[in-house]
């Protein structure tokens, strides 16, 4: 981050870090490396970013933004105005200020200054994300987005990682969509962003198949979702209810075995 610093001082850009890296440092553990960085940059054109970083360059993203490799270290940059949300009007002001709005999940909704001044406090744009780490509640923060898949994924697995529960509408959300995509579209969305598979396929929809029936008969409530042990677990064969000649065995949605004698 150092090097990427004497860069944006050279040039007098403003940068702040914004999103999933702010989150891992206070909700998860302020000192694991990140798995990428995120930054925004004020003060420069696409055109300007690229002259700068070219040797850091790996590709460009689809959002115009530049995916660079500095020391191992993946880092996504763009600039203020290329902003998805602002670019279709569906966040107003288009400042540093107005960032944490952009993001789908109020986790991520977060912005920090990077660099400051001696005597100058820095910035930090974020009252929804401190309000969802306060309430270690995952829910929505702006719907609208290209990406539905990629939004169940990461929405599942950034609860999982977290341990929240899952608001209201993210619930709804992930029902609707979750069983409007194929399994193995799901399963090759994490391939392509993560560059592995961090729940199978049969994982994913068991997930989506709790969240949907949790939707279905609760009112509307944070939703609590299965630990991995219990997506581990497999419906047994026929033959191993023979222990019980008295007995019987049901199976709930969230996959807990329950007994009845008599």
Partial sequence: MRTLLGVFREHDWQVFVFGGTLRDLLAV??????RDVDLVVAGA???ALRAAFSRELVRVNRFGGLSLQVQKLPVDIWTLEATWAFQQKLVPGGDFAHLPQTTFLNVEAVAAELDTRKGRARRVYGETFFRAVREQVLEINLEENPYAGLCVVRSLLTARKLQYALGPRL???IAHHGARIDAAELEAIQLSHYG????DRDQLMQLIRVVSGKVAVT???????PRARQLAWKLPRPQQFDWYSRGWRSISREGVIWKSTG
Wanted: proline residues 13%.
């Fill in 29 to 34: 553990s302020a000192t694991a490396a990140p």
């Fill in 171 to 173: 619930a709804r959300y």
């Fill in 196 to 199: 592995c598979v961090r729940l």
């Fill in 219 to 225: 009112r509307p409530r944070p939703i609590e979702l």
């Fill in 45 to 47: 054109t696409g055109d």
